[in-house]
């Protein structure tokens, strides 16, 4: 993952009592060095806009991801408005708890966060905060977040993801809005003919199927078990994807997967999407453009490969739910007590698909929506179980935070998109700035 960027700007009043005040900006700065940011920016304190000028100048040559507003005294707002105007950078308001001890009042930072935030209302601009003191590992934590939404935001700028034929007739749930996603998102959808990719699969370099052929058996179970011209078939359409996504400066693909794979080709996409997805080139079915965009933004958060799945079953009474695919999971996300094992497509009856249960742990659930015709970011959380396969394919149960009634309930209510993205960890709290950052409602599952 990318080093995050943090700018470091330090604020104070010359009435109130510097030296404690340079003591919390010191002590702040180290924090953030010491926890792996790159800081971008001293601890000295500006106490005038002439003191910015330099700062300002330095800040857009280094283009942090973040802009961190220390309030290490009172100031008015003309500082914090002054920063937003000249630099368009995510902003973190930093204002510093005092001790109650019945004396003066030293700092009084607060209040000065208290008036920057109104002031930048006024104006039209968003921001984050923290208060907490300089030291305070929570603090830290909380940047870290907002700092890494930040950086997804600017990492979807200019992202171009491949759409690969059209979605099938009654999928209106991905249907694209190139329009929307340009203006909102700065990601361009770039359509392809899937005739383009058959032609290129059939012209695939045979070193590099071998190759891919030779990561899968050392991965997969059963490969040789399989029909050996479907299974080059799909694996040459992974390299034939692979290679367009790295020619184009694709970030990610969304793929018309059936019926024309199957009756084109002789074989299943599926494999050849958990390949990519598994490599971090995230990629969804049925060219669902939305799904893709969310797994990017699930993967930059986490760093890690997503998955976008559908939500297959509900059991009320024992509080869980089961994300499914047929087979085009990531192999990073199997059980560990399992081993992967190669399988036909359920209904087509063609390889290669990757058949396990997902592995236990923490996950962070989310869908960009247009339900409602416009966009908005669902997201939900919960743990994935230890569990056998509830059915074929790549699957897992799954215990939602809110509970799968509730889920059920709300996911058929606002007429959700049948496709939800997952990744293993917590990012609830990322997704929620990246949210604000975005301007986009959301809806918690």
């Not at 032609?199 to 891919?212: C, G, K, L, Q, S």
């Not at 692979?242 to 494999?271: H, N």
């Not at 893709?292 to 059991?315: K, N, R, W, Y």
Request: aromatic share 6%.
């Amino acid at each position: 993952m990318p080093t995050l960027r943090i700018g470091f700007v330090p604020i104070a009043r010359p009435t109130f009592d510097v030296p404690l005040a340079e003591q919390m900006s010191q002590t702040a700065h180290q924090q953030l060095q010491a926890a792996g940011f790159e800081v971008i920016g001293t601890p000295d304190l500006l106490m005038s806009l002439d003191t910015m000028t330099p700062v300002i100048d330095h800040l857009r040559e280094n283009t942090p991801d973040v802009l961190l507003l220390v309030q290490a005294s009172f100031a008015d707002s003309t500082m914090a408005v002054h920063l937003v105007r000249e630099i368009n950078i995510p902003l973190v308001l930093w204002a510093i708890p005092e001790d109650r001890v019945g004396g003066r009042l030293r700092l009084n930072s607060f209040c000065g966060i208290n008036l920057a935030g109104h002031g930048l209302t006024r104006a039209g601009f968003t921001y984050e905060y923290v208060y907490a003191p300089p030291d305070d590992a929570t603090a830290i934590a909380k940047i870290r977040t907002i700092a890494r939404a930040a950086q997804t935001q600017k990492l979807l700028a200019g992202t171009r993801i491949g759409r690969i034929g059209e979605n099938p007739a009654g999928f209106d749930t991905c249907l694209v809005n190139h329009a929307g996603l340009k203006n909102q998102f700065g990601v361009e959808v770039v359509q392809v003919a899937l005739n383009t990719v058959f032609e290129n699969a059939r012209a695939a370099d045979p070193t590099a199927v071998d190759a891919a052929l030779a990561s899968v058996k050392a991965q997969v179970a059963g490969v040789d078990t399989m029909d050996a011209t479907a299974t080059r078939g799909t694996l040459s359409a992974y390299v034939a994807m692979r290679d367009m996504a790295q020619q184009e400066k694709l970030s990610g693909l969304a793929v018309r997967c059936w019926p024309e794979f199957f009756t084109e080709t002789g074989c299943a996409a599926c494999g050849a999407m958990s390949l990519l997805s598994n490599s971090k080139t995230p990629t969804s079915c049925e060219a669902d453009v939305n799904g893709t965009l969310t797994q990017l933004m699930l993967q930059h958060l986490s760093g890690e490969p997503a998955f976008g799945s559908d939500i297959v079953s509900f059991d009320v009474d024992d509080n869980t739910a089961v994300l499914w695919h047929c087979g085009l999971a990531p192999l990073s996300m199997a059980d560990p007590d399992s081993v992967p094992e190669a399988t036909i497509h359920s209904n087509r009856k063609l390889p290669l698909l990757m058949q396990f249960p997902l592995k236990p742990g923490r996950i962070t659930l989310a869908r960009l929506s247009e339900a409602t015709g416009e966009f908005r970011l669902v997201i939900g959380s919960g743990e994935m179980l230890k569990a056998p396969a509830a059915f074929t394919g790549t699957c897992g149960t799954v215990r939602f935070d809110n509970g799968a009634a509730a889920v059920m309930d709300t996911m058929l209510r606002e007429g959700l998109e049948h496709h939800l993205s997952l990744v293993y960890g917590d990012y609830v709290e990322a997704l929620l700035v990246l949210a604000r950052l975005f301007k986009l409602p959301v809806l918690r599952l």
